[in-house]
């Protein structure tokens, strides 16, 4: 199925740090969202985007959706242990009025104390 | 409940067993999706119901997936005659509105089957 392509894949970076992921995609979406995935775990969402060039946070966590609608970026400054997890990018296309939503790869983020 | 649950949170299979995995979405939440997630990829769309109408299966890999929500709350996903490439997690999740609104989604745990 089609899936958005998520860089870096992993990334293992020492605590403090700031970090930067970010999706990209051949057609549009209207939406975007950024979930993190621990272990066992399902995705939790943690920034939702509806407008191309909105810029959003959420504490230590800041994400834009791009003005071609075709991409999105995720930073997290000052990293902490607890970061550590998977973080998916997701789409919505603006055509589709099913709701449903296509997923990044995954970035893999390691936090070293 | 407070969360979407789901069950078996594991289940291991061999193969052409059937198997049943069971979705109990947050309480009156409209829109349920079923996902799968195979080994280190992203999530992947599988169906949708509003209620009890399952308005997109386009996602289901073949005529062995087959899902219901019979009363518009519960869900189950069944899986017959289950291959090794079946072996992934299925995450269930739901929504407080119908599909098409703005609104976003609470996932499960998933269930993780394993095929042998």
């Known amino acids: 199925g089609q899936q958005l392509n998520q860089s870096p894949q992993s990334m293992f970076i020492q605590e403090g740090e700031d970090v930067s992921m970010n999706c990209t995609s051949s057609?549009?979406?209207?939406?975007w969202l950024w979930y993190k995935q621990d272990p066992g775990e399902g995705p939790v969402l943690l920034i939702a985007?509806?407008?191309?060039?909105e810029l959003t946070s959420n504490g230590r966590l800041t994400a834009q959706f791009g003005i071609t609608r075709k991409d999105s970026f995720l930073n997290i400054s000052a990293s902490i242990p607890s970061d550590v997890g998977i973080y998916f990018c997701?789409?919505?296309?603006?055509?589709?009025?099913?709701?449903?939503?296509?997923f990044g790869q995954g970035t893999t983020l390691q936090v070293k104390p | 409940g407070a969360g979407v649950s789901q069950s078996p949170r594991y289940k291991v299979a061999k193969r052409g067993q059937d198997v049943a995995l069971r979705c109990d979405p947050i309480?009156?939440?409209?829109?349920l999706f079923w996902y799968q997630q195979a080994l280190g990829q992203g999530p992947e769309f599988l169906t949708y119901f509003q209620n009890e109408a399952q308005l997109d299966k386009s996602g289901l890999p073949s005529d062995r997936f087959f899902a219901e929500r019979p009363e518009g709350s519960v869900s189950t996903l069944k899986i017959q005659r289950t291959q090794q490439e079946d072996s992934a997690v299925y995450l269930c999740?739901?929504?407080?509105?119908?599909?098409?609104?703005?609104?976003?989604?609470?996932f499960g745990e998933g269930s993780r089957l394993t095929v042998l």
């Open positions: 057609s549009i979406f209207n939406t």
């Open positions: 309480s009156g939440h409209v829109s």
């Open positions: 985007l509806y407008k191309a060039g």
């Open positions: 997701a789409g919505r296309h603006g055509s589709s009025n099913t709701g449903k939503l296509i």
């Open positions: 999740a739901s929504k407080d509105r119908a599909p098409s609104q703005t609104g976003e989604l609470f």
